[in-house]
């Protein structure tokens, strides 16, 4: 059973205005990415898309001359530690189990291997997913931050998510009674 759904994530005022720093068509693609590489893997969607939507919230901007300096921002980027924290703050609050919260914040920590030996670290299959999810909808130059979304279209994609999981837990639960 669910403790907290995807909407009670998106919908919180912290998820907000963090996911508008870093994009909120980005969160919502990367969840809904994830939810697809969840099935292929074999693992729960509801961590993966939490985690892919959670997955951008420590990002911060970096400016040089009042524009955003990818350079600077890839060579002093922490926002996946920062994330990580957040993310797993936020879901606590909100009654998140603590064994998921943690997983979903290991899992954000690691999506990013800009401060990480690359190839060194064996990834599990959920920090996997997340990971391949963002990878789907990066565009180059940091573009896929500011693509836009109405409001309504984010909520209904979200909502149509939680559907799909709630539908796939009463399934599950079915089979085993
Ligand atoms: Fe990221
Ligand atoms: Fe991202």
Excluded: C
Aim: aromatic share 8%; net charge negative.
């Amino acid at each position: 059973m669910r403790k907290v759904t995807l909407e009670q994530v998106f919908t919180h005022p912290i998820t907000q205005k963090y996911l508008k720093r870093s994009g909120i068509a980005h969160a919502v693609a990367v969840a809904e990415y994830a939810y697809i590489f969840a099935k292929r893997f074999d693992i729960d969607s509801d961590h993966a898309t939490k985690a892919g939507l959670l997955h951008d919230v420590g990002h911060y901007t970096w400016y040089r001359d009042g524009e955003w300096d990818y350079d600077l921002y890839k060579e002093n980027d922490i926002h996946a530690i920062k994330g990580a924290s957040r993310a797993h703050k936020l879901l606590i609050r909100i009654g998140e189990d603590r064994h998921v919260a943690k997983k979903i914040a290991v899992a954000i920590l690691l999506h990013t291997d800009s401060y990480l030996p690359k190839g060194e670290l064996k990834l599990e299959p959920l920090q996997q997913v997340v990971t391949l999810a963002d990878e789907a909808d990066e565009e180059t130059g940091g573009n896929h931050h500011y693509k836009e979304i109405s409001e309504t279209s984010a909520l209904e994609r979200i909502r149509a998510l939680d559907k799909q999981i709630n539908m796939e837990i009463k399934a599950e639960s079915e089979k085993i009674v």
